[in-house]
């Protein structure tokens, strides 16, 4: 589930800010993010949020926003998953908003399949910058990837052939698991396959290592910046704890709602 709180996190912050807006369902007069193609039976722990929220509630009425509670979750997750030294302070107040957007949760994520330079452009239109996107993606270390988000890789990358920079026994693993037929699109497989429960920086040793598990993933070693980045990286465990921290914290207050913006939800799934 740290995974996936994680992700939720990095979901609603990239969409129009952080503020709680994918959490929130669908009605018939409203259209929510939760069935986005980056989010349609991809994104999960709602239920956490719905939980804490309720407690929340019952301690402190109308006082925590679901945008702070998504926010600390992620870091709560990691934290407890990781130990202390991926620990980072975090500024709180967030509000939540009263819209979401389905077009823009569909524009706005970066997909397994974008090249580099466009997932760079999504980034650095959300005020972070090259090095978040190599920092942020070390959250790969944790978590599991549909067939789907990589299967071209394993039979049909360039001329009916693999991609020629996997790693060839992982290649083969990976070709076990998820098949060449349609069935398969929805299997899973560890981002890292190294050390899958533990957020470390092994992730960056499995990108020198040419086993980065997405496209994405591993293009991050076919330009001179972030390769230079992604090998620091796996070299020095405490730089990317300290790095991954401060890129959190950037990444928390992207299109924050303060003072009389937005509202605190009571319950996260619907405005109020």
Known sequence: MAASLLRLHFHDCFVNGCDGSVLLDDTDTFT???????????????????????????????????????????????YLLAGPQYYWALPLGRRDGTTASQNAANEQLPGPFEPLKNITAKFTSK????KDVVVLSGAHTIGFAQCFTFKPRLFNYADGKPDP?????????????????????TKLSPLDSVTSD???????????????????????????????????????PPLFSKDFGES?????????????SGEIRKNCRVVN
């Open 32 to 78: 929510g993010e939760k069935n986005a193609l980056p989010n349609r039976n991809s994104v999960r722990g709602y239920e956490v949020i719905d939980m804490i929220k309720a407690n929340l509630e019952k301690a402190c009425p109308s006082t925590v926003s679901c945008a702070d509670i998504v926010t600390l979750a992620a870091r709560e997750a990691v």
């Open 248 to 260: 959190m914290v950037k990444m928390a207050n992207i299109g924050v709602l303060t003072g009389k």
């Open 127 to 130: 005020g972070l910058d090259i």
């Open 198 to 236: 533990k957020f470390d920086n092994v992730y960056f040793r499995n990108l020198v290592n040419n086993s980065g598990l997405l496209q994405s993933d591993q293009a991050l070693m076919g330009d001179k910046t972030t390769a230079a980045m992604v090998i620091n990286y796996s070299r020095w």
């Open 165 to 185: 920079t996997l790693d060839s026994s992982l290649l083969q693993k990976l070709q076990s698991t998820c098949p060449d037929q349609a069935d398969s699109d």
